[in-house]
């Protein structure tokens, strides 16, 4: 009997140097097994990649199937080096924004935070440094990026449309630990929103879906809170959705939340329940 590695023929892995922060990220990429669309593949972007990738390459895979299945696109999934699903050091330094200490809770385990402040540098990352290899290496599209992220990486999210809403074209934040710094994320959406009347951002396509399980009450009221907020703009230009996926709670919500990302990102209609 030979045994063999089972290997997906269309995953493979770089190792890329931040030159933004100095640190290594893995990246995990799932490339499509068909032809792009003639203005090239989506590409979805998903955080806690060492955890998360391989769910949302699977469930990429089974959604573009042909005949029937949506266009075909690219899973880019940022990781760590080493084998931890979700390494809980890097991960807090690179998803969240910098705090006061005195604004932040007590951990559940006790232990003292990681180090923390990290979001900026890892954006900066995106733009100057992993998005253009991607563009580098395949057609895409650039009005169908989405950057996935679950919990830290929902915040990230948010974050990420609140300061560089150019960026990407879909923002997908679920289960968004909006409490961070005693909600100072509140204070970017609020001058998100003065922007969002300027010439330039007005006429700006900007997507965003925020999804959440049965999870902690605080959890599902701030993040519903902050859809009706931003439902309640009317900009014709900006389009938000809500899903909450009944039954689910912080963890098992994840699957369902990245097959509605992957939906949400190659399909004009904002209709995903």
Same mark, same amino acid.
């Given at each position: 009997?030979? *045994? ?7 995953? +493979?892995?770089? #190792? *890329? ?9 893995? *990246? ?15 590409? @979805? ?8 990738? +391989? ?39 690179? %998803? ?7 604004? #932040? ?52 999210? %948010? ?26 994320? $509140? ?13 330039? #951002? ?21 993040? $519903? ?13 900006? +389009?938000?959705?809500?899903? #909450?996926?009944?039954? +689910?709670?912080?963890?098992?919500? @994840? ?19």
């Amino acid at each position: 009997m030979i *045994i063999k590695p089972y290997v997906k023929p269309n995953y +493979e892995t770089m #190792l *890329i140097t931040s030159k933004a922060n100095h640190k290594d990220y893995e *990246i995990f990429i799932a490339k499509p097994l068909d032809e792009s669309a003639k203005d090239g593949y989506g590409a @979805i972007y998903v955080l806690d990649g060492n955890g998360l990738f +391989e769910t949302a390459a699977e469930i990429t895979r089974l959604l573009t199937r042909k005949p029937k299945g949506y266009p075909p696109a690219i899973v880019v999934g940022i990781g760590y080096p080493g084998g931890e699903a979700f390494d809980t050091v890097r991960r807090t330094y690179d %998803l969240t924004m910098p705090a006061e200490l005195a604004n #932040l809770p007590k951990r559940p385990n006790g232990e003292p935070w990681p180090e923390f402040g990290g979001a900026d540098e890892l954006l900066a990352f995106f733009e100057k440094e992993l998005m253009p290899a991607i563009a580098q290496r395949f057609v895409i599209n650039k009005q169908k990026q989405a950057l996935f992220g679950h919990s830290f990486g929902g915040l990230f999210v %948010l974050h990420a449309l609140f300061t560089q809403p150019t960026l990407f074209s879909h923002y997908i934040a679920s289960s968004a630990s909006i409490w961070w710094n005693d909600y100072a994320l $509140l204070k970017e959406y609020e001058n998100f929103k003065a922007d969002l009347h300027s010439n330039t #951002l007005s006429q700006l396509p900007k997507t965003l879906m925020i999804a959440g399980g049965e999870e902690l009450d605080y959890m599902v009221k701030d993040s $519903l809170d902050l859809c009706n907020s931003m439902m309640a703009l009317h900009l014709p230009s900006f +389009e938000v959705s809500w899903a #909450l996926l009944e039954q +689910e709670e912080h963890v098992s919500v @994840i699957s369902g939340a990245i097959s509605r990302a992957v939906k949400f990102l190659l399909t004009t209609s904002s209709d995903l329940s």
